[in-house]
Every structure is written in C-alpha cells, then in structure tokens.
C-alpha cells in the first residue's frame, strides 16, 4: 500500500481509480488506512466473497493473497500481479497508461 501512495499521481493521470480489498474488518482497514495517510479506499471484503470471485482467497487463513488487478471501463481484467510482484505499482501503472 505504501508503494502506491508513493505513486498516486502515476494513477490519477490516467483517469484510474485506486483502492484496496482486504478481508479485515472495515474498522481495522481503517485504522490501517490512516496510519498510512492513504488517498485511496480500503474496502472490507470480510467474508471473502470477491477474493473468492478472482481467485485470491486462501480459504483456510480466511484471507486473500496479494494481488493487483488493473480492470478496464468495460470489466475486462488488462493486468494482473501476484505475490511480491503486487507490492511494485509500476506495472499496474504501466498497464492504466495504455488504457
């Protein structure tokens, strides 16, 4: 999440929107949101329901594997990242130029 803070304005150029989805409650993803000074949502995705729908949810942790998803305007998947690649924003805001 710090990584794309650092690179909001890589984002906002480009007509994306940014936002997390965690499976913590919505008062922890707050909390963590304002001890980062986030410009971007942290969405509760706390029963696991989209993290299941794209395929990141380690059922048995009852928590989703890092991963970045770049969606275009008609709904279609452009880019995807996971695991450590997820934490570096430069390829989802490569992916967000080309939009």
Same mark, same amino acid.
């Given at each position: ?9 890589? !984002?906002?150029? @480009?007509? /994306?929107?940014? &936002?997390? =989805?965690?499976? $913590? ?5 707050? #909390? !963590?949101?304002? @001890?980062? /000074?986030?410009? &971007?949502? =942290?969405?509760? $995705? ?5 993290? #299941? ?19 275009? #305007? ?26």
């Amino acid at each position: 999440m710090k990584g794309y803070q650092a690179d909001i304005q890589a !984002f906002t150029g @480009s007509e /994306s929107v940014v &936002f997390g =989805i965690s499976t $913590d409650p919505l008062e922890t993803n707050k #909390k !963590f949101a304002e @001890s980062l /000074s986030l410009e &971007f949502a =942290i969405l509760s $995705d706390e029963d696991g329901a989209v993290a #299941k729908q794209y395929d990141v949810l380690m059922a048995e942790r009852n928590m989703a594997g890092r991963a970045t998803f770049v969606i275009a #305007k008609d709904g279609k998947i452009v880019h995807v990242e996971t695991g450590s690649g997820a934490i570096d924003p430069a390829g989802a805001a490569n992916a967000c130029s080309k939009l």
